[in-house]
């Protein structure tokens, strides 16, 4: 006989509001964002995430990134008031691909650098979100929500190992974020519900199950429910699936990746 398995009781919610050009004070869960800017084309809405985000890291690279192309997202505004104004509070990385002079720029500003090129194990990535997670224990916060700007797109192998640090870092709460979709790691340990905001998100979405295969999956909410499902790689896997219902619930015995398209535009206020 085999044995029963026994599935999570614990629920963990998500909502995407950090969408919004303003978080509605009943939005569920009640988090802190901190944002982490990786080395590829900014989203159009970083601005947006930079508002609401409470911390700042780029990763590296991403400080050109913000330099170079918050002006543009932004012009009908002045380019130096611009990048005054969107100073990061930390760079962290092995600074191989900072520019000196934007090193220079933020240094003078007074920005925090933090220089890793001791450590090559890891990627930039995983620097911040160490450094995010170290920051919130000392604060005595861990309801903390990285939100990663830039994090798809690119070199494949640096999106696989962007998803690495989800599987890393499995406790904390992140979101991988491009123009087009976002992707977060839903762990086993939970059974979740997804409050869906059809202004800036869907319809359509995906579930992967990542490090193991899935013997049972179940959801509501989408036009393709999983009922008990079988998922793994070489076999089923829940993609372009499309949200029916304004929560969707989901439990699995593995941890599963959702990922929901983007929907454009985003206006901020």
Same mark, same amino acid.
């Given at each position: 006989?085999?044995?029963?398995?026994?599935?999570?009781?614990?629920?963990?919610?998500?909502?995407?509001?950090?969408?919004?050009?303003?978080?509605?004070?009943?939005?569920?869960?009640?988090?802190?964002?901190?944002?982490?800017?990786?080395?590829?084309?900014?989203?159009?809405?970083?601005?947006?995430?930079?508002?609401?985000?409470?911390?700042?890291?780029?990763?590296?690279?991403?400080?050109?990134?913000?330099?170079?192309?918050?002006?543009?997202?932004?012009?009908?505004?002045?380019?130096?008031?611009?990048?005054?104004?969107?100073?990061? /509070?930390?760079?962290?990385? $092995? *600074?191989?691909?900072?520019?000196?002079?934007?090193?220079? #720029?933020? @240094? !003078? +500003? &007074?920005?925090?650098?933090?220089?890793?090129?001791? /450590?090559?194990?890891?990627? $930039? *990535?995983?620097?911040?979100?160490?450094?995010?997670?170290? #920051?919130? @224990? !000392? +604060? &005595?916060?861990?309801?903390?929500?990285?939100?990663?700007?830039?994090?798809?797109?690119?070199?494949?192998?640096?999106?696989?190992?962007?998803?690495?640090?989800?599987?890393?870092?499995?406790?904390?709460?992140?979101?991988?974020?491009?123009?087009?979709?976002?992707?977060?790691?839903?762990?086993?340990?939970?059974?979740?519900?997804?409050?869906?905001?059809?202004?800036?998100?869907?319809?359509?979405?995906?579930?992967?199950?990542?490090?193991?295969?899935?013997?049972?999956?179940?959801?509501?909410?989408?036009?393709?429910?999983?009922?008990?499902?079988?998922?793994?790689?070489?076999?089923?896997?829940?993609?372009?699936?499309?949200?029916?219902?304004?929560?969707?619930?989901?439990?699995?015995?593995?941890?599963?990746?959702?990922?929901?398209?983007?929907?454009?535009?985003?206006?901020?206020?």
């Amino acid at each position: 006989m085999f044995p029963v398995r026994k599935l999570a009781t614990e629920l963990m919610s998500h909502c995407s509001a950090f969408l919004l050009p303003s978080i509605p004070p009943e939005t569920r869960p009640s988090l802190t964002y901190a944002l982490v800017v990786l080395n590829q084309r900014l989203p159009r809405f970083t601005p947006l995430l930079w508002k609401h985000a409470q911390l700042r890291l780029c990763a590296d690279g991403g400080a050109n990134r913000v330099f170079d192309e918050m002006p543009q997202l932004m012009p009908d505004e002045d380019a130096l008031d611009v990048q005054n104004r969107f100073l990061p /509070d930390v760079i962290k990385g $092995d *600074m191989d691909s900072i520019r000196p002079e934007v090193l220079g #720029f933020y @240094s !003078n +500003l &007074g920005t925090k650098i933090v220089d890793e090129a001791h /450590d090559q194990d890891t990627t $930039d *990535m995983h620097k911040c979100v160490a450094y995010i997670q170290d #920051f919130a @224990s !000392n +604060l &005595g916060n861990s309801n903390v929500c990285i939100l990663v700007a830039g994090a798809l797109g690119g070199r494949f192998d640096h999106e696989i190992g962007n998803i690495n640090v989800l599987c890393r870092f499995s406790d904390i709460r992140i979101i991988l974020l491009s123009d087009d979709c976002l992707i977060q790691l839903l762990p086993k340990s939970h059974h979740h519900e997804i409050h869906i905001l059809p202004s800036v998100e869907g319809p359509h979405c995906g579930l992967i199950p990542i490090m193991t295969p899935s013997a049972i999956s179940t959801t509501t909410g989408l036009k393709w429910n999983l009922d008990n499902t079988e998922m793994k790689f070489g076999g089923l896997i829940s993609t372009s699936n499309i949200v029916q219902d304004e929560k969707i619930t989901v439990q699995s015995d593995s941890d599963l990746l959702w990922t929901i398209s983007i929907q454009q535009p985003i206006q901020d206020s």
